[in-house]
């Protein structure tokens, strides 16, 4: 059982007036510092990576002064984060692209973004829908638990939930539906207990029916 067109606007009309401007948990001080975070986030909680980069950013907050602290350094910063030591790896790697290829500025296009190490898809849709508040939707396990249990997507992986939710859902709630999503699965609609009763959305919600 799905929701309608009409539940969807529904839905999204309940989320933004609880939430208005939702902002991404993860804490950063400029575009660079974001994409850092955003691969340091992989498989790890936000509130992990906010805890690490907090005294590593105060160092290397653009590609050349990442680079300059270099990868054994830089792993002592991020040593608490789960893949630490690959994640070291790619974050070098992607500031030296940034400063060879990109005049350590980083670009603007999704294609591009891609192409910097530990880079994918949700996280180019993270970064520029943060940065430049492009329409995209991002789809982490939260976004995709939630796409499942309300019946929005049941594509088997994140390109076909991201595919579903890019036709379902109104344009003026793009900007922002990703958050709300990942903040509906991260605090209330959560893997083992889902807080239903106090759910804002669950009157609309197919599961409770």
Same mark, same amino acid.
């Given at each position: 059982?799905?929701?309608?067109?009409?539940?969807?606007?529904?839905?999204?009309?309940?989320?933004?007036?609880?939430?208005?401007?939702?902002?991404?948990?993860?804490?950063?001080?400029?575009?660079?510092?974001?994409?850092?975070?955003?691969?340091?986030?992989?498989?790890?909680?936000?509130?992990?990576?906010?805890?690490?980069?907090?005294?590593?950013?105060?160092?290397?907050?653009?590609?050349?002064?990442?680079?300059?602290?270099? =990868?054994?350094?830089?792993?002592?910063?991020?040593?608490?984060?789960?893949?630490?030591?690959?994640?070291?790896?790619?974050?070098?790697?992607?500031?030296?692209?940034?400063?060879?290829?990109?005049?350590?500025?980083?670009?603007?296009?999704?294609?591009?973004? =891609?192409?910097?190490?530990?880079?994918?898809?949700?996280?180019?849709?993270?970064?520029?829908?943060?940065?430049?508040?492009?329409?995209?939707?991002?789809?982490?396990?939260?976004?995709?638990?939630?796409?499942?249990?309300?019946?929005?997507?049941?594509?088997?992986?994140?390109?076909?939930? =991201?595919?579903?939710?890019?036709?379902?859902?109104?344009?003026?709630?793009?900007?922002?539906?990703?958050?709300?999503?990942?903040?509906?699965?991260?605090?209330?609609?959560?893997?083992?207990?889902?807080?239903?009763?106090?759910?804002?959305?669950?009157?609309?919600?197919?599961?409770?029916?």
């Amino acid at each position: 059982m799905s929701m309608t067109g009409t539940e969807i606007e529904q839905f999204f009309s309940i989320l933004q007036r609880n939430d208005p401007s939702p902002r991404c948990e993860l804490n950063y001080t400029n575009p660079y510092t974001l994409i850092v975070a955003i691969v340091l986030s992989a498989q790890s909680t936000d509130k992990g990576v906010n805890k690490a980069t907090g005294p590593l950013f105060e160092i290397a907050d653009t590609p050349q002064k990442m680079l300059d602290l270099g =990868e054994e350094r830089l792993k002592k910063y991020i040593s608490t984060i789960g893949l630490y030591n690959n994640k070291a790896a790619n974050i070098i790697r992607l500031s030296r692209t940034l400063v060879d290829e990109f005049g350590g500025q980083i670009p603007n296009d999704r294609d591009k973004l =891609e192409t910097l190490r530990g880079v994918g898809r949700k996280s180019a849709n993270v970064w520029l829908n943060e940065v430049y508040g492009a329409p995209l939707i991002a789809v982490d396990t939260h976004v995709f638990r939630v796409s499942h249990r309300t019946g929005m997507s049941i594509g088997k992986n994140p390109a076909r939930v =991201e595919a579903d939710l890019e036709k379902l859902i109104p344009e003026r709630f793009k900007r922002h539906a990703s958050h709300w999503l990942v903040l509906l699965g991260r605090y209330i609609c959560t893997a083992k207990k889902p807080q239903c009763p106090t759910c804002p959305v669950s009157p609309l919600c197919p599961k409770l029916f």
